[in-house]
T-cell receptor, first 118, second 115 residues
Framework: GAVVSQHPSWVICKSGTSVKIECRSLDFQATTMFWYRQFPKQSLMLMATSNEGSKATYEQGVEKDKFLINHASLTLSTLTVTSAHPEDSSFYIC??????????????FGNGTRLTVT | AQSVSQHNHHVILSEAASLELGCNYSYGGTVNLFWYVQYPGQHLQLLLKYFSGDPLVKGIKGFEAEFIKSKFSFNLRKPSVQWSDTAEYFCAVNDRNSGNTPLVFGKGTRLSVIA
């Protein structure tokens, strides 16, 4: 079945550095990918919608200059956490919908990336 | 805006006990409803979904959920849980009539099944 691959699965970085997270759709094309963030014991919160070939759409309260999203191809979206700080430590998950983005198509999730900023 | 409420944060059951996890959503329009499961160390997997038709939907691994429109609810059930059902369960919703919209998730319910 359709698979979304997310890399890395975990990363530890120092405060002030940048971290890039990749999200790939392995056997389908995804014009749209979604990036979520999950704090401990909380729900997945949508950060942004990544659109291939155009700018991402960010949710209210999400700093677009801090969380850079690039969706350069139909199978790859990247999220870069710039100048990371300890409060950015979280679990980041991407998802993509197969089937051309039809609302009735299943949404597939990556394994998530656990980011720890020291 | 849509919102999803899952009533139980942590549920602990013995094996063979019956399970019901509550989910209520808030949205005035037509919705699609989902239950996802996240086993320890794994990614989110779709358990079942409701788009239209029979409000009682059956998913994988013996799970089912019933959509009760008047109650804005989509509770997840399983008659007899197993230790392997230990996981985090998320209810989610999106607008059926919009384009390629993301899911709105509840906070999740952690299920622990003990022998």
């Amino acid at each position: 079945g359709a698979v979304v691959s997310q890399h890395p699965s975990w990363v530890i970085c120092k405060s002030g550095t940048s971290v890039k997270i990749e999200c790939r759709s392995l056997d389908f094309q995804a014009t749209t990918m979604f990036w979520y963030r999950q704090f401990p014991k909380q729900s997945l919160m949508l950060m942004a919608t990544s659109n291939e070939g155009s700018k991402a759409t960010y949710e209210q309260g999400v700093e677009k200059d801090k969380f850079l999203i690039n969706h350069a191809s139909l199978t790859l979206s990247t999220l870069t956490v710039t100048s990371a700080h300890p409060e950015d430590s979280s679990f980041y998950i991407c998802s993509a919908r197969e089937g051309g983005g039809s609302q009735n198509s299943p949404l597939h999730f990556g394994n998530g990336t656990r980011l720890t900023v020291t | 805006a849509q919102s999803v409420s899952q009533h139980n944060h942590h549920v602990i059951l013995s094996e063979a006990a019956s399970l019901e996890l509550g989910c209520n959503y808030s949205y005035g329009g037509t919705v699609n409803l989902f239950w996802y499961v996240q086993y320890p160390g794994q990614h989110l997997q779709l358990l079942l979904k409701y788009f239209s038709g029979d409000p009682l939907v059956k998913g994988i691994k013996g799970f089912e959920a019933e959509f009760i429109k008047s109650k804005f609810s989509f509770n997840l059930r399983k008659p007899s849980v197993q230790w392997s059902d230990t996981a985090e369960y998320f209810c989610a919703v999106n607008d059926r009539n919009s384009g390629n919209t993301p899911l709105v998730f509840g906070k999740g319910t952690r299920l622990s099944v003990i022998a």
